[in-house]
């Protein structure tokens, strides 16, 4: 599904290289987790992926599918089935949630060659989404994300998600700032996305995410790089002992 | 014997500008009318001819060139033919005044018969000995000279040849519609309309369409105590008109106007708006949303005048420039001592879409009383990045993103318009105008 190789990324404003030869293949069914320290080039590998503006690849490729996507556009992107939970929703005053979604979800069947959904059906699509993550008509109605506490921002993430149904989710830092009913919400609804033509990069600094989402794959990524790659377990040595051990462990 | 002043002195000015005012009002002659509307005419000119046409120098017409507005001749300004979209608000049910290059048109116009509302055309009523409006014409015009002279305004009450006036006296179910219609590049219109709504009457006014290569148009309403003046406007798309309008408004207690304007295109166009809160409680909300691509110079200019105490207003005003458009903002609240409680809010914003565009703000308060609440913001900003790739995050194309961004930076003005109809119409339009203007 996605298929990454030997990635480097610096920041353009600054000579300041954030990504230093990520390889990294997530099969289609497959959720993988990506732990780490802070900096250590999680979140940059996001928005990299998206086509986020601020970065340039200098060496390696992204491939979605077989497609090389770091020359698409954003918009391109998404698509062909790339979807980024963001860590920090942004907020869009004047535009409605509603509106936001609908344009969203029709840009996209468009831009796939299929017909746009109508009212109706895009209605009852975005009601019975709604309600599975406990998101009231009222947060629809609002502008973007504006007035969201911390967890309707992560929760209308998943609904835009469940809308979308892309084949290639990743979440970046989707636990941060959620309580633990809200962690439970939203990981359901990552839960029930989970399919065998669907992928996740799950990318969190805390176990306690995984607790909810099961990965099949955990990777440990430092400095730029993934230094260690397992199983569930692996998450669970994190939790205990932090990442001291490993990062002595690789650098040994 | 007379004394010269000073050359460069401020009364040497004065005295240039006059004469400069005289030899141009030499020129022009008033239009035929009897009694009270001759009267009111010659009382017009009396106090231009003291006060003098603007000029650049002056200080409410630093950022706008008046000169164009007040030459002999009239530039010509190419007729745009419009086939993207329907004619503004012809889709609603209305009843429709229709003038063409700034002459009423009889047989493209409805019945003026309805109830609950009495329409009159100017020409006609000024040809008349007695008429409701003849204590009323200019009067509001005429008040609206301090604390700054509105010359262009006194120009229109001695020389429009027309305009509707119009007397409300219950709720009137359709929406007075003032279809305004071009069909040469020369000339030059100007009407004055005049509104009168009683105590408890309500009214939606619609304006649409530049009526001439240049234009002046004065309106004047008086609103009654319990009454309702919904208005809104859209003033075209054709790109070298110009124009000048100016909107005074005198509120009774209790009393409601909601003014909403959308420009887009124009050479040079400049919105005044003049309003006095004279009875409790009154509310006076005046907005607009102008779009500029290139040669376009858009001046709002704004004054409301808190006079009695527990009154709102609200001035929300939004500008979206590209390839070198100029938004102008000019606006003041003034509250007098004894409006207490006053809540005043004013907010002007530009949104440039690229580096070449300027917005010039000059937003003012004068305070008097002591038991009030008044803000004011002004800001000129970018399309924000972050919110930018959010939506194509999403999937969504550039082009439409822009345009969702756009249409959110406007919203607030739209906002202002009470009827949903209304508001999903002008915002069609803006989507429009976003659309065509994004190469």
């Known amino acids: ?252 | 014997m007379s004394t010269q002043p000073r050359p460069g002195t401020r009364a040497a000015r004065l005295e240039q500008k006059l004469q400069a005012t005289a030899a141009r009002l030499d020129t022009m002659a008033l239009p035929a009318s009897a009694g009270w509307l001759r009267r009111a005419r010659e009382d017009a000119l009396t106090r231009l001819k003291a006060m003098g046409l603007p000029e650049r120098r002056d200080e409410y017409w630093r950022h706008t060139d008046p000169a164009k507005l007040i030459a002999p001749q009239p530039v010509s300004a190419k007729l745009l033919t419009v086939t993207d979209e329907s004619e503004v608000f012809s889709g609603i049910d209305r009843l429709k005044l229709v003038f063409v290059d700034g002459v009423f048109d009889a047989a493209a116009s409805d019945d003026l018969a309805q109830e609950g509302i009495e329409i009159c055309r100017l020409a006609e009523a000024g040809q008349r000995d007695i008429h409701w409006a003849q204590d009323l014409y200019a009067t509001l015009e005429a008040r609206g000279q301090a604390p700054v002279t509105r010359p262009l305004a006194v120009l229109n009450s001695a020389f429009a040849e027309d305009g509707v006036l119009i007397r409300v006296t219950g709720k009137v179910s359709r929406p007075v519609s003032l279809v305004y219609r071009r069909s040469a590049p020369e000339g030059e219109a100007m009407l004055h309309h005049l509104l009168r709504l009683e105590p408890g009457a309500e009214l939606t006014l619609l304006e649409n369409g530049p009526m001439a290569a240049r234009y002046n148009t004065v309106m004047e309403a008086f609103i009654d105590e319990g009454a309702a003046l919904h208005h809104v406007r859209a003033q075209g798309r054709d790109h070298e008109r110009m124009g000048i309008t100016h909107l005074f408004a005198r509120l009774g207690a209790g009393s409601v106007l909601k003014s909403f304007t959308l420009s887009a295109n124009g050479v040079l166009l400049r919105n005044e708006a003049v309003v006095w809160l004279e009875g409790q409680g009154g509310s006076a909300h005046v907005a607009g949303a102008a779009m500029g691509d290139g040669a376009f110079l858009h001046d709002d200019t704004v004054f409301i005048n808190h006079a009695a105490p527990d009154c709102e207003s609200r001035q929300v005003f939004k500008k979206v420039l590209r390839r070198g458009a100029v938004g102008v903002f000019q606006g003041k609240i003034l509250v007098d001592q004894v409006a207490q409680k006053t809540d005043g809010y004013q907010i002007s914003q530009s949104l440039l879409l690229d580096e070449t565009s300027q917005f010039l703000a000059k937003p003012e308060l004068e305070i008097y009383a002591d038991d009030v609440k008044c803000s004011h913001g002004s800001t000129s900003g970018e399309i924000d990045a972050d919110q930018f790739f959010y939506l194509r995050a999403r999937g969504i194309a550039e082009d439409e993103a822009k345009a969702l961004l756009v249409l959110a930076f406007l919203a607030e003005a739209l906002a202002e318009i009470a009827d949903e109809t209304l508001a999903e119409e002008m915002r069609e339009r803006l989507r429009g105008w976003v659309h065509r203007h994004n190469a």
Not at chain 1, 162 to 188: F, H, Q, Y
Not at chain 1, 203 to 232: E, F, N, S
């Open chain 1, 1 to 252: 599904m996605l298929e990454i190789k030997n990635l480097h990324v610096k920041l353009e404003e600054e000579d300041k290289a954030i990504l230093k030869g990520v390889d990294l293949t997530v099969e289609a069914g497959k959720v993988h987790a990506i732990m780490g320290p802070n900096g250590s080039g999680k979140s940059t590998l996001a928005y990299v992926l998206s086509g986020r503006d601020g970065y340039e690849v200098t060496e390696g490729e992204a491939r979605l599918e077989g497609e090389d996507i770091l020359e698409m556009e954003p918009e391109e992107r998404a698509a062909a089935g790339l979807f980024l939970a963001f860590q920090y929703p942004v907020e869009i005053p004047g535009v409605g949630n509603m509106t936001f979604l609908r344009t969203a979800v029709n840009a996209q069947r468009k831009a796939r060659g299929e017909e746009e959904l109508s009212s109706g059906d895009f209605l009852k699509l975005i009601r019975a989404r709604a309600k599975d993550l406990k998101i009231d008509a009222d947060m629809l109605k609002r502008p973007v994300n504006v007035g969201f506490s911390g967890g309707e921002k992560k929760r209308n993430e998943i609904l835009q998600m469940a809308m979308l149904e892309p084949r290639m989710c990743i979440l970046d830092e989707t636990d941060s700032g959620l309580d633990v009913d809200a962690m439970k919400l939203v990981a359901d609804g990552v839960n029930a996305l989970r399919d065998a033509g669907r992928a996740f990069l799950v990318i969190t600094h805390y176990q306690r995410l995984l607790d909810h989402i099961k990965p099949d794959v955990v990777h440990i990524m430092a400095d730029g790089r993934i230094i260690k790659t397992g199983g569930p377990e692996l998450a669970l040595e994190v939790e205990q002992n932090g990442y001291a051990d490993i990062l002595a462990e690789v650098n040994a």
